[in-house]
């Protein structure tokens, strides 16, 4: 029996040519970075944001190599808001180093809008505004 090969899908397809050139770019300039290994961290950051956003993992965290392809096309903050409302829906927020992800009910641009929160030892919450999360 012949098996159809397998197709092997990349982070990198997620966006057009362009735009993860232009992040590559950025976060090889912002981490000092070679090129090549900004390609494959803002690659492999892709592919952790669709697996996040599909699943609605919101407790999952990029690796410290990983971390910084996420800051960097969030820092293309239009491309990546389109980018999260093509993809999900809804706007993946993120705050550097947050031990837990929760969904707010607040919107934003008419949809769910789900934010990184930290928490303090207690295991009260605050969003990146400083304010607590809506429950």
Not at 57 to 80: E, I, K, N, R
């Amino acid at each position: 029996m012949l098996e159809s090969p397998v197709v092997l899908r990349r982070g990198r397809d997620l966006v057009s040519a362009e735009l993860f050139e232009k992040v590559s770019e950025f976060c090889a300039e912002e981490y000092g970075h070679e090129l090549s290994t900004a390609r494959r961290i803002v690659d492999q950051a892709l592919a952790f944001l669709k697996v996040m956003g599909d699943t609605r993992a919101f407790d999952m965290t990029p690796s410290c190599t990983v971390d910084p392809g996420w800051h960097s096309f969030v820092l293309h903050t239009q491309a990546y808001a389109a980018w999260c409302d093509e993809q999900f829906g809804f706007f993946l927020g993120h705050e550097p180093k947050a031990t837990v992800r929760e969904v707010d009910e607040a919107t934003w641009r008419g949809g769910p809008v789900h934010r990184v929160v930290r928490h303090d030892r207690r295991g009260h919450g605050r969003n990146s505004s400083g304010s607590r999360p809506i429950r």
